[in-house]
C-alpha cells in the first residue's frame, strides 16, 4: 500500500465546475504539500499545510490531521487549471513522499 | 535570482555511457534532492544532500551516484545508463525557514537506448 494515495486518478470537469481532489497518507508527518505540474512542464508548489485550510485565488487546501486526509478545491475552473495536481507529504525530515498524482482536464 | 536550474533539458544515451546530470540553487538551500518521475508512478527519491560534503540515499540510488562539494551544486551522476534509467529527473532544494517548501528545477528528460 502507498503510503500517499489520492483520488480520483484522472478528472474530466467543464469550464466552470467545483473540483475537489482528495489525498490520504498513512505515516506521521510534518506537512503536506499541494503541488502542480503543467504537461511537459515543472513542478510549482502550490500549498503547504500543517493544519486547518489554506486559500489562494481559486484554490482552497484542507487538511484533517486525526483523519490522515487533506483536499484541493478548485472553485470556477478553468482551462489553463488543467494539469496534474501531486499531493505529497514531509515525513519528520525533509524528504518527500509523493502521491501518485491526479491528472485534471478542464473542457471550454 | 534564477531558482532550481538544471541542465541538460534533454539527453539520449546509449546503454553503458555515463552521464552527468547537473543542478544548481542559488538560494543558499542546505537542503537538496534529485527524484525520478516515470509513468504511473509518483515522483520517487534518489538521493539527498542536507548539506555541503553530505549525502545520502533515497527510495532508488542504484546506478545513480551524487556529491555536494558546494551549498550550490547538486549534480547526480549515471555510472552506466541502463534502459530503466529512462526517466525525466527533477532536481530541488528547500531551506529551512519555511518548514521545508521545496523548489523544483525545470526537469530532464532523459532516454536511454
Known amino acids: 500500500k502507498n503510503e500517499v494515495e489520492q483520488s480520483p486518478q484522472n478528472l474530466t470537469a467543464q469550464e466552470g465546475e467545483f473540483i475537489t481532489i482528495n489525498c490520504s497518507y498513512s505515516?506521521?508527518?510534518?506537512?503536506l504539500h499541494w503541488l502542480q505540474q503543467h504537461p511537459g512542464g515543472g513542478i510549482v508548489s502550490l500549498f503547504m499545510l500543517s493544519s486547518g485550510k489554506k486559500k489562494h485565488g481559486r484554490l482552497i487546501a484542507t487538511i484533517n490531521i486525526q483523519e490522515k486526509h487533506s483536499s484541493l478545491h478548485i472553485t470556477a475552473s478553468h482551462p489553463r487549471d488543467s494539469a496534474v495536481y501531486i499531493c505529497a507529504v514531509t515525513t519528520y525530515g525533509q524528504n518527500f513522499v509523493f502521491g501518485p498524482g491526479t491528472r485534471l482536464s478542464v473542457l471550454p | 535570482n534564477a531558482g532550481v536550474t538544471q541542465t541538460p533539458k534533454f539527453q539520449v544515451l546509449k546503454t553503458g555511457q555515463s552521464m552527468t546530470l547537473q543542478c544548481a540553487q542559488d538560494m543558499n538551500h542546505e537542503y537538496m534532492s534529485w527524484y525520478r518521475q516515470d509513468p504511473g508512478m509518483g515522483l520517487r527519491l534518489i538521493h539527498y544532500s542536507v548539506g555541503a560534503g553530505i549525502t545520502d540515499q533515497g527510495e532508488v540510488p542504484n546506478g545513480y551516484n551524487v556529491s555536494r562539494s558546494t551549498t550550490e551544486d547538486f549534480p547526480l551522476r549515471l555510472l552506466s545508463a541502463a534502459p530503466s534509467q529512462t526517466s525525466v529527473y527533477f532536481c530541488?532544494?528547500?531551506?529551512?525557514?519555511?518548514?521545508?517548501?521545496?523548489?523544483f528545477g525545470p526537469g530532464t528528460r532523459l532516454t536511454v537506448l
Open positions: 505515516v506521521g508527518i510534518s506537512a
Open positions: 530541488a532544494s528547500s531551506g529551512t525557514g519555511r518548514a521545508y517548501e521545496q523548489f
